[in-house]
Structures are given as structure tokens and as C-alpha cells.
């Protein structure tokens, strides 16, 4: 497994932005598929997007452009760069680890602790 500590998020106005970061603790972390996921009160977590050791990208079905993943495996950190927030994109925002590229929470088997992110109207 991989230890995970996200930073970056905070209070933001709607039309704002926000990048996140993911430090990872682990030699293999430019092997691992690393995804970015958000949980709101009362809602299921849901994907965001992933990106592979090759740098592919992949995003969940409703990400609509605002949000980019990428990754610098020299520094063992793995971003998700936030534009246009809005109200509905309060959650706390979590990054995880897998062994391969997947969308659903289940596959993933190392997860951060989770950041506050709070978009004001």
C-alpha cells in the first residue's frame, strides 16, 4: 500500500480555482495508477479521474472539462487542477492508489485522509 496526504483544498468563490495535491510515500508510486474521487454529505463518492504510470488520463462521466489530473513522479505527487468551481463542487476531495486504471472506489486499495473543498455561492 501507499501512504497519501492530499493539501490544497480550502474556501474558494464560485468561478474559482483550486489545485489539489496528492504526496505519495511509496518507491512504486510511478507504477501505480492514482485517481482522484470526491464524497459530499448524503452523496456517494464519485469519480473524478485517474491517471496511469504512462500518463494517460481517464475522467469520470460528468467531468465536463473543468478538472485536469496530472502527475510528476519525481516528486511522487499527483495533482487535480480545479477551474470554474461551483456550489456543487463542495465535497472533500480524496486521491487514492491501485495496481491499474479503474473508475470504481473498490479497486483502489490505498486512499489519502481527504481535503476540504468548499465553494462559495
Known amino acids: 500500500q501507499v501512504q497519501l496526504v492530499e493539501s490544497g483544498g480550502g474556501l474558494v468563490q464560485t468561478g474559482g480555482s483550486l489545485r489539489l495535491s496528492c504526496a505519495a510515500s511509496?518507491?512504486?508510486?510511478?507504477?501505480?495508477?492514482m485517481g482522484w474521487f470526491r464524497q459530499a454529505p448524503g452523496r456517494e463518492r464519485e469519480f473524478l479521474a485517474g491517471?496511469?504510470?504512462?500518463?494517460?488520463?481517464y475522467y469520470g462521466d460528468f467531468v465536463d472539462g473543468r478538472f485536469t489530473v496530472s502527475r510528476d513522479n519525481a516528486k511522487n505527487t499527483v495533482y487535480l487542477q480545479m477551474n470554474s468551481l461551483k456550489p456543487d463542487d463542495t465535497a472533500v476531495y480524496y486521491c487514492?492508489?491501485?495496481?491499474?486504471?479503474?473508475?470504481?472506489?473498490?479497486?483502489?486499495?490505498?486512499w489519502g485522509q481527504g481535503t476540504q473543498v468548499t465553494v462559495s455561492s
Open positions: 487514492a492508489a491501485s495496481a491499474g486504471a479503474s473508475r470504481s472506489a473498490v479497486v483502489y486499495d490505498s
Open positions: 511509496s518507491r512504486t508510486f510511478s507504477r501505480r495508477n
Open positions: 491517471i496511469v504510470w504512462s500518463d494517460y488520463t
